[in-house]
């Protein structure tokens, strides 16, 4: 299958600094990727819709100053937590999807997700 | 409004049992089914997916999903529990026409296994 990588998997920043995360598509060319939260024992909450070329598109209620994200390639989109802070800790994780072709829908394949940390 | 349940929250059960996790959706056209594993500290892997045909669809790992559009419901379920399963199982809806599309996740089902 098809294989996303997420870097970093683990991160550890003060109050205050910005962090930035990187979500590759190693081996096919993604013009939609897609940016997840996950809160401890919870499910994944849809954050945004990064897509090549253009402005990303939100989720109701996430503020798109403090999580910047940038398409700029097929293969790369990144996710920028700006000022973070302790309530920004959490388990990011970003997909992307590929039309699986022959009328049978698609599929989206995960990075390994990121810690992220705020001390 | 397009949404995913799974009712139980956390479900133990003993090596070599058999399991059944419960997922039930609301979607408005046609769904594409989704069930995906995750370990913990990880991302996630499909189990397997169902578009269209039988009803009944094969996955990795030994798993099975029913899909039954009466109850709207697509349960996965597996004979013979290994240890190596125990993990966090989401199920999971999208219109999977499109690589543009979005995928909800139900909340998620914690399978612990009693050796």
């Known amino acids: 299958g098809a294989v996303v990588s997420q870097h970093p998997s683990r991160v550890i920043c003060k109050s205050g600094t910005s962090v930035k995360i990187e979500c590759r598509s190693l081996?096919?060319?993604?013009?939609?990727m897609f940016w997840y939260r996950q809160f401890p024992k919870q499910s994944l909450m849809l954050m945004a819709t990064s897509n090549e070329g253009s402005k990303a598109t939100y989720e109701q209620g996430v503020e798109k100053d403090k999580f910047l994200i940038n398409h700029a390639s097929l293969t790369l989109s990144t996710l920028t937590v700006t000022s973070a802070h302790p309530e920004d800790s959490s388990f990011y994780i970003c997909s992307a999807t590929l039309p699986a072709g022959g009328g049978l829908g698609t599929e989206a394949f995960f990075g390994q997700g990121t810690r992220l940390t705020v001390v | 409004a397009q949404s995913v349940t799974q009712p139980d929250i956390h479900i133990t059960v003993s090596e070599g049992a058999s399991l059944e996790l419960r997922c039930n959706y609301s979607y408005g056209a046609t769904p594409y089914l989704f069930w995906y594993v995750q370990s913990p500290g990880q991302g996630l892997q499909l189990l397997l997916k169902y578009f269209s045909g039988d009803t009944l669809v094969q996955g990795i790992k030994g798993f099975e999903a029913e899909f039954k559009r009466s109850q709207s419901s697509f349960n996965l379920r597996k004979p013979s529990v290994h240890w190596s399963d125990a993990a966090e199982y989401f199920c999971?809806?999208?219109?999977?026409?499109?690589?543009?599309?979005?995928?909800?996740f139900g909340s998620g089902t914690r399978l612990s296994i009693r050796p």
């Open positions: 999971a809806v999208g219109p999977g026409y499109s690589s543009a599309s979005k995928i909800i």
């Open positions: 081996d096919f060319q993604a013009t939609t």
